[in-house]
């Protein structure tokens, strides 16, 4: 079955940057989209960023909107968040899902990563 591996997490002062990176061990149609959440403990996960192969413009969070960028590498079967102007409050587990049609919502992701984690201090 389908396997992501994110990697790239780490520590960082504020204003830092950090390029995070989801791996797919297949690219089928079990992850024509691939999309990025966060999780704070004690709040609901958050859609940081998605993207579907063949789209252009990948959709991106308004709090993380002109700091991340997203961008994918099908060759690679690889998708990677870049991460610029880093904040405490972007302190998270960020975790990688796929699915096989886009989707806004957590629950619709059948696949997931174990998540790498981003500590802004």
């Known amino acids: 079955d389908v396997q992501l591996v994110e990697s790239g997490g780490g520590s960082v002062q504020t204003g830092g940057s950090l390029i995070l990176s989801c791996a797919a061990s297949e690219q089928s149609s079990k992850t024509t989209c691939i999309s990025w959440f966060r999780q704070i403990p004690g709040k609901e996960r958050e859609r940081v960023s998605t993207i579907n192969r063949g789209h252009g413009v990948p959709y991106i969070a308004d709090s993380v909107k002109g700091r991340f960028t997203l961008s994918r590498d099908d060759a690679k079967n690889t998708v990677y968040l870049q991460m610029d102007s880093l904040t405490p409050e972007d302190t998270a587990l960020y975790y990688c899902?796929?699915?096989?049609?886009?989707?806004?919502?957590?629950?619709?992701?059948?696949?997931w990563g174990q998540g790498t984690q981003v500590t802004v201090s």
């Open positions: 899902a796929a699915g096989n049609q886009y989707s806004w919502y957590a629950a619709e992701f059948p696949y």
